[in-house]
């Protein structure tokens, strides 16, 4: 057995798993692990548990050490000289002429790697910044360009909800999102209502998709016949967080009606329709007896 736990280094960062390496940990203890970047500062967000070993599927670094009280500070303190660095390396970039947006940068925990965090339309050649970046920093410098989702993550702000963004606030992760998802709410296919900041479809469209989709399949389709109290209707909306369904009746009024007010078949009234038409079409012969046949003769 594997006794793992999970670590955030960042607000609504992703969660990194690491071996508790048998140590005592609880949640927001803070814990000193070694990344690509080297030392890193992380908040445990996930208490160690034991896994099958089996079911690790690569191996996972150790916990170093528990961080020390000094160690937090320091990592707090390098927010000033990140924001120096951004300053430096935004001239730079535009005495350079170079085609991208400076996001974020961030230092590792010993202060020798320096990351910076940008955005482009397309790839950038960028190797002579980061000759320039680390003569003037002296120290290991990393240049990474993320996606218009990520950008938005970094940099934060306000949806169209009002509300902080769901990607600097709580996700951890970014989940698929398909347009598929919006027809299944009902929702305009305008995309200036169904984006959000970074130009993709929401985040948000994923949170009751099960829900719609499920209420749906409880649904009459639209154009389907259903069995009211006032007689056959045709479907022509329906409302699945009411559950409610807008039927057509034969005087082309159209009432709202209650889910459990209507009543439908899996093909609906039209297969019960037509299977009585070719009943009436193709009429049932009933053979005759030997016994009236003699008769007949």
């Known amino acids: ?16 798993y690491f071996d508790s390496a048998e140590m005592d940990l609880g949640v927001d203890d803070y814990v000193v692990v070694e990344t690509t970047r080297g030392l890193e500062v992380g908040r445990v967000v996930i208490a160690p548990k034991q896994v099958l070993a089996s079911d690790v599927t690569k191996p996972l670094k150790p916990v170093v050490r528990m961080a020390e009280t000094e160690e937090v500070n320091h ?9 120096e660095a951004l300053a430096e390396c935004g001239r730079l970039i535009a005495e350079l002429g170079l085609p991208m947006k400076l996001l974020a940068a961030e230092y590792s925990l010993d202060g020798k ?17 980061v000759r320039e970046l680390a003569g003037r920093f002296k120290i290991r410098v990393e240049l990474r360009q993320v996606g218009a989702r990520d950008e938005a993550k970094l940099l934060g702000g306000f949806g169209r909800c009002g509300r902080a963004l769901c990607c600097a606030s709580f996700l951890s992760e970014f989940a698929p999102i398909s347009i598929r998802m919006a027809k299944e709410q009902s929702l305009p296919l305008n995309p200036m209502k169904i984006s959000g900041v970074c130009g993709r479809l929401l985040c948000c469209l994923a949170y009751e998709n099960e829900q719609y989709r499920a209420m749906k399949e409880r649904m009459p389709k639209e154009g389907q016949q259903v069995h009211t109290a006032m007689g056959i209707a045709r479907v022509v909306g329906s409302n699945p967080l009411k559950e409610t369904v807008l039927v057509e009746l034969e005087s082309k009024a159209s009432v709202e009606l209650p ?39």
């Open 1 to 16: 057995m594997a006794e793992i736990v999970g670590i955030r280094f960042k607000r609504a960062g992703r969660v990194y």
């Open 75 to 83: 990592a707090e303190q390098f927010e000033e000289k990140e924001r």
């Open 113 to 129: 790697h320096l990351t910076f965090s940008f955005s482009a339309a397309e790839r950038v050649d960028f190797r002579q910044l």
């Open 259 to 297: 889910l459990s007010e209507i009543s439908f078949g899996e093909d609906g009234v039209e297969s019960k329709a037509s299977a009585v038409t070719n009943d009436q079409a193709e009429p049932k012969v009933t053979p005759r007896s030997p016994r009236r046949q003699a008769r007949r003769k």
